[in-house]
T-cell receptor
Framework: DAGVIQSPRHEVTEMGQEVTLRCKPI?????LFWYRQTMMRGLELLIY????????DSGMPEDRFSAKMPNASFSTLKIQPSEPRDSAVYFC????????????????FGPGTRLTVL | DAKTTQPNSMESNEEEPVHLPCNHS???????IHWYRQLPSQGPEYVIH?????VNNRMASLAIAEDRKSSTLILHRATLRDAAVYYC???????????WGLGTSLAVNP
């Protein structure tokens, strides 16, 4: 299994531009999580989906952020317009499946996208 | 979700055991104790989890206090590759949402 795949790995953009981050979860997982990590705030959950449906988006900072999961194998996190304070590493993680507790709750993380907004 | 408290940083020597503490005095009866770690420039990875009994796996051991208000992650022989930030997280078994603290940054000296 290739694990969770994120693209791009690095993104540098200018303030005001639209940014789209992409994630492919592990096949068979039915939960998907978007996180943001900064030195000051640590790892913050932005939103998570269960069976492609958004369950909790209370961590989404503001209306500039939006996330979609059109099918079980793809999700996007969009920032429009981007601002310098959005600079961070964005992680996607997936979990879920039938059977043991581990397969239900253990989260598998992608390598992250390092976003820099100038 | 109940909160956990961990030291900001710890240091160890290579090939020595490491005991990483976590306090969770407000833990509820349905909360599992999870440990993840984050190696430099990588996403977090699962280490171990438990409910009441001590647990062992190929990566580490988890010792849970009898009153469940604290736990200790044990790395039996630290290697340089174990240098990472270690997170202790409480999570109710039916809730997939994990609330992350700042963790313990472990340095391993050669």
């Amino acid at each position: 299994d290739a694990g969770v795949i994120q693209s791009p790995r690095h993104e540098v953009t200018e303030m005001g531009q639209e940014v789209t981050l992409r994630c492919k979860p592990i096949s068979g997982h039915n939960s998907l999580f978007w996180y943001r990590q900064t030195m000051m705030r640590g790892l913050e959950l932005l939103i998570y989906f269960n069976n492609n449906v958004p369950i909790d988006d209370s961590g989404m900072p503001e209306d500039r952020f939006s996330a979609k999961m059109p099918n079980a194998s793809f999700s996007t996190l969009k920032i429009q317009p981007s601002e310098p304070r959005d600079s961070a590493v964005y992680f996607c993680a997936s979990s879920g499946g039938q059977g043991t507790f581990n397969s239900y709750n253990e989260q598998f993380f992608g390598p992250g996208t390092r976003l820099t907004v100038l | 979700d109940a909160k956990t408290t961990q030291p900001n940083s710890m240091e160890s020597n290579e090939e020595e055991p490491v005991h990483l503490p976590c306090n969770h005095s407000t833990i509820s009866g349905t909360d599992y104790i999870h440990w993840y770690r984050q190696l430099p420039s990588q996403g977090p990875e699962y280490v171990i989890h438990g409910l009441t009994s001590n647990v062992n796996n190929r990566m580490a051991s988890l010792a849970i206090a009898e009153d469940r208000k604290s736990s200790t992650l044990i790395l039996h022989r630290a290697t340089l590759r174990d240098a990472a930030v270690y997170y202790c997280i409480l999570n109710a078994g039916n809730n997939r949402k994990l609330i992350w603290g700042l963790g313990t940054s472990l340095a391993v000296n050669p």
